[in-house]
């Protein structure tokens, strides 16, 4: 149980095109979806929270404009980045939290991870 | 401010030998994490540890919490080369009512034979 899923799972597109990609837990309802961004050699770095039927919450140097994050169920969240440039090359991985109710709230179950490269 | 730091951030070890890796927080943490990250993949948790004095162990790898001291340990018993990979440790504290994670560095362990 606890799977998520991400796709696509790599991604290349042209500088200034828009990318979509896709979270989804797969057998648990996430209350709670995570964004993480981590670049060749370097930790994983939270860019947002998002709360289902909410709006995001950006760390701090993340662009919202930019990096635009929809939770529109317990099973799904995007993340799209718009006007996309070689910088924001990068390994997102996702991950999701289930209901605070349940046993295992405090775990997060993360996604494969999508692979972008901006050309 | 939660801040996680790892040592090493590299580290070599042959075949057989034991070594730990530490992950010290800065702030308090009422869970810590444990993950291993293969090139290329993305995280496969190992532990998870909830409580002061809290020690888990799975194979060759054993985790322990001392919250006290805001120190989590990975100890790895007599390596074999499968355990290469990067270790990453992660605190979060569920007062925040998130439950954000905060990653150290993360620990490029290589066992060569």
């Known amino acids: 149980g606890a799977v998520v899923s991400q796709h696509p799972s790599w991604v290349i597109c042209k500088s200034g095109t828009s990318v979509k990609i896709e979270c989804r837990s797969l057998d648990f309802q996430a209350t709670t979806m995570f964004w993480y961004r981590q670049f060749p050699k370097q930790s994983l770095m939270l860019m947002a929270t998002s709360n289902e039927g909410s709006k995001a919450t950006y760390e701090q140097g993340v662009e919202k404009d930019k990096f635009l994050i929809n939770h529109a169920s317990l099973t799904l969240s995007t993340l799209t980045v718009t006007s996309a440039h070689p910088e924001d090359s990068s390994f997102y991985i996702c991950s999701a939290r289930g209901n605070p109710h349940r046993r295992a709230a405090y775990e997060q179950y993360f996604g494969p991870g999508t692979r972008l490269t901006v050309t | 401010e939660l801040k996680v730091e790892q040592n090493p951030l590299f580290l070599s070890m042959q075949e057989g030998k034991n070594y730990t890796i530490y992950c010290n927080y800065s702030?308090?943490?009422?869970?810590l994490y444990w993950y291993r990250q293969d090139p290329g993949k993305s995280l496969e948790s190992l532990f998870v540890l909830l409580s002061n004095g809290a020690v888990k162990q799975e194979g060759r790898l054993m985790a322990s919490l001392d919250t006290k001291a805001r120190l989590s340990t990975l100890h790895i018993t007599a390596a074999v080369h499968d355990l290469s990979a990067t270790y990453f440790c992660?605190?979060?504290?569920?007062?925040?009512?998130?439950?954000?994670?905060?990653f150290g560095k993360g620990t490029k362990l290589s066992v060569i034979p």
């Open positions: 992660a605190a979060s504290y569920s007062g925040a009512g998130s439950y954000q994670l905060t």
């Open positions: 702030t308090t943490s009422d869970r």
